[in-house]
């Protein structure tokens, strides 16, 4: 038998019965009660009910060689916690931001964040030290073409 893409005459009573069996079954659910529930409408109760949280987002830079903009770009009267100032560029600032702001924050969390900022000022320690250790070498360039030409390659 040869696959063509067009339904042939041989497939339509297989295609038939298929359709009714299905309409029964579908009759069947529907007489029996195990009909499935609607879905609740964004006006139920269990939507309204909810307690609105507010998400701050870090603050976009300036772009590059522009001086930062003395006033927001929108006016609002929530501000972000004065906490999330340290935590601006971290990828949990929008979660933190919020239970910050709704003071929901567990006791468990708040030790995470204190051990995660304790670890944080001390690898930027490290890093200041190393670097400072990394200037006084002042080692030379290995080869030539690495001196900084101003150019960009090209690729």
Do not use: C
């Not at 298929?18 to 009759?27: D, F, G, M, P, T």
């Not at 870090?58 to 930062?68: E, K, M, V, Y």
């Not at 400072?132 to 030379?140: D, H, K």
């Amino acid at each position: 038998m040869n696959w063509s893409p067009r339904p042939t005459r041989e497939l339509a009573p297989l295609v038939l019965i298929a359709s009714v069996l299905l309409a029964a079954s579908l009759h069947a659910q529907s007489e029996s009660g195990e009909r499935m529930e609607s879905i609740p409408s964004p006006r139920a109760p269990e939507f309204t009910t909810l307690p609105r949280v507010w998400i701050f987002f870090p603050p976009q830079p300036p772009p590059l060689g522009t001086s930062a903009p003395r006033t927001p770009a929108f006016r609002d009267t929530r501000s972000a916690p004065a906490e999330l100032a340290e935590f601006v560029n971290e990828l949990f600032y929008p979660q933190l931001s919020a239970q910050l702001y709704a003071r929901t924050l567990s006791k468990r969390l708040q030790g995470q964040l204190k051990s995660y900022r304790t670890a944080k000022q001390e690898l930027r320690r490290q890093l200041q030290v190393f670097d400072g250790v990394m200037e006084q070498l002042e080692l030379p360039l290995p080869r030539g073409d690495l001196q900084p030409t101003g150019r960009t390659s090209q690729w």
